[in-house]
């Protein structure tokens, strides 16, 4: 289907014209209603009380505060230390035993007040205002990744190629997680299409968000269980047949739970031939 599915004019986070009316009046803060930082609907204080994630998992993006707090250095990320202090792997227990089809995942924060509710006015309620901040919040999390070196590693990672050592490894690609045409209709936009766009924009990423295709219209994950969750999402994906596949893709959707959907985006990537997929989400959730 070549067409869009969508015959009214889709909404979008990063309009022109929604940019013209930023710039024209000052932020709000959307928590709270102070005026906000510049550039930014969040003021000073709610910006101070972000539910920042930390240090977490880089195959799952869970939280690892017990090791954070023990004091140690990660081999992944940190300089050589004193002699005796350990190195740990910013890998948990969970994914070491049974390595996920992700290289890597990254939240820009734990699904928390006030994520639990501007994600929700974003997704359902057609509050682009509340996109905009969590894409910007976004941006700021994940900027840091693309200066790290592609030949860093650590046990349960897999090593970097020959090839991608020799040379500059291929650049990124992202791809949001998309709706099924029903769904799309009904809501009349795609969040995870709409957080992308201006990601890729601010973090000067090229964007693909026709190559990923959901094959059916599954339940609503909201309303299963981690195992039924797997299950409905089983075989749910494929990549577009004659579209060009990039080696490195990054996935973009609003909310991680149990990684049902990540996952059986990732492995339908792989089946396809990607050399390497990972995940960036705006929230993390750390129960559930």
Not at 92 to 112: D, E, K, N
Not at 123 to 151: C, I, V, W, Y
Not at 170 to 186: C, N
Not at 234 to 251: K, S, T, Y
Request: include cysteine; aromatic fraction near 4%; charged fraction near 20%.
């Amino acid at each position: 289907m070549s067409t869009t599915v969508n015959q009214d004019r889709p909404l979008r986070v990063d309009s022109i014209w929604r940019r013209l009316g930023w710039a024209l009046w000052p932020p709000r803060c959307l928590i709270c209603a102070e005026p906000g930082l510049p550039g930014r609907d969040l003021c000073r204080t709610c910006e101070a009380d972000w539910p920042r994630i930390g240090t977490a998992c880089l195959r799952c993006a869970l939280p690892l505060p017990g090791v954070a707090a023990a004091g140690v250095r990660f081999a992944t990320i940190d300089p050589p230390g004193p002699p005796g202090l350990p190195d740990l792997p910013l890998v948990c227990g969970h994914c070491l035993r049974r390595p996920p089809p992700l290289t890597q995942v990254h939240a820009a924060c734990l699904y928390r007040p006030p994520l639990d509710r501007l994600l929700p006015r974003f997704k359902f309620h057609r509050d682009l205002a509340a996109g905009r901040l969590l894409t910007t919040m976004m941006a700021n999390a994940f900027e840091p990744l693309l200066t790290q070196s592609p030949s860093t590693t650590a046990p349960g990672l897999a090593a970097p190629s020959a090839s991608d050592i020799a040379t500059e490894a291929p650049a990124p690609v992202l791809v949001p997680i998309p709706l099924h045409r029903r769904r799309l209709r009904e809501r009349g936009y795609d969040q995870a299409l709409e957080l992308a766009r201006p990601l890729s924009r601010q973090l000067r990423l090229p964007l693909l968000d026709h190559g990923l295709i959901r094959l059916r219209d599954t339940p609503a994950q909201s309303l299963l269980d981690a195992k039924q969750r797997r299950r409905n999402l089983r075989g749910a994906f494929a990549w577009r047949h004659g579209q060009p596949l990039p080696a490195h893709i990054v996935l973009i959707d609003d909310v991680m739970t149990t990684g049902a959907t990540l996952h059986s985006a990732a492995a339908a990537l792989r089946r396809a031939g990607a050399q390497r997929v990972d995940a960036w989400v705006c929230a993390r959730v750390t129960t559930g």
